[in-house]
């Protein structure tokens, strides 16, 4: 029998929402600013602490980057595994894709790490996050598969074409374009990159 878990302090609730409360801010500035510009102290201002006290939880900038991202891929995993076993994998890629994009709406979905960013080196260097992407990317890599044999997607393309392409849609430009255009509403707009992601543009006949 497992045992029952055990519960937090007082103090120990009170300093992971802390914890809670430093990544989110971390999560908005570097959606807004990226990696390289963020800094120690504007995090400490965000959240509105002295960053002396920011230092307890987070020895490092980079400390605070690798535990963002592991959030991110955790909270994912976390929606993957509450998606409707009957779901067909085709709905559960677009699902995920939507989520991601209303994370990215919400201003909660930080950049994806560039290649060119000094973050990137950081992150394979951080192993919970190395952990989550590679289940994360296994779930998506097996739906994506189930989806090409099912003939919902196109098996002339690599699944791993497939993958980062809906890994892109978390930090799609064009969401951030497009609201600031105020033609469409938050769910039309997700709509039509999910569109336009599984589906093309060119015009289907019939």
Known sequence: ????????????????????????????????????????????????????????????????????????????LAFAA????????????KALARWSIRKHMRREMPLLPSTRSTIQHVLINHAPYAQRLSELTEIMGEWIMDAQARQELSSALPAEVILYTIYARSCDPVVDFLKMGGAFSDEEIVEHLITVSFDGMCQRSH
Request: aromatic share 4%; no cysteine.
């Open 1 to 76: 029998m497992t045992p029952a878990p055990k519960k937090l302090s007082f103090k120990q609730q009170q300093l992971l929402l802390r914890e809670d409360a430093i990544l989110d801010a971390v999560n908005r500035l570097l959606a807004s600013k990226g990696f390289d510009l963020m800094t120690m102290d504007e995090v400490a201002a965000e959240v509105g602490i002295a960053k002396a006290s920011l230092y307890k939880h987070f020895q490092s900038k980079d400390e605070l980057a690798a535990s963002s991202m592991t959030r991110l891929l955790e909270n994912a």
């Open 82 to 93: 509450e998606l409707d076993p009957g779901m067909r994998s085709l709905e559960r890629l």
